[in-house]
Nanobody, 125 residues
């Protein structure tokens, strides 16, 4: 089992940047993919970005491509999401997640095995 802890959320104005962190512990050797998802009030959880942990391949949702950057620190088992040019529509609870098999889709929430508790990001206009 992998435990995930997010941090870095907050209340910011539109146009500024924010960086989220997600630190994994436990059976991290089982991680195949790590991802970021977000859920706004009244909406379904949606894919934001993901990384295949061994290859480093990166994936982004169209809505954040060019504004958000996912990076990692292997030594710290930590994944980051640098969010630039934030918009009010980016307001949501952001979750990190880990997938332990190679058979899942990186963008499908139900294919992830472990989830963090979430961190709130609020962008005011």
């Amino acid at each position: 089992q992998v435990q995930l802890v997010e941090s870095g959320g907050g209340l910011v104005q539109a146009g500024v940047s924010l960086r989220l962190s997600c630190t994994a512990s436990g059976r991290t050797s089982n991680m195949y993919t790590m991802g970021w998802f977000r859920q706004a009030p009244g909406k379904e959880r949606e894919f934001v970005s993901a990384i295949r942990w061994r290859s480093g391949n990166l994936y982004y949702a169209d809505s954040v491509k060019g504004r958000f950057t996912l990076s990692r620190d292997n030594a710290k088992n930590t994944m980051y999401l640098e969010m630039n040019s934030l918009k009010p529509e980016d307001t949501a609870v952001y979750y990190c997640a880990a997938q332990k098999t190679s058979f899942g889709f990186y963008s499908r929430a139900s294919d992830y095995d472990s989830w963090g508790q979430g961190t709130q990001v609020t962008v005011s206009s």
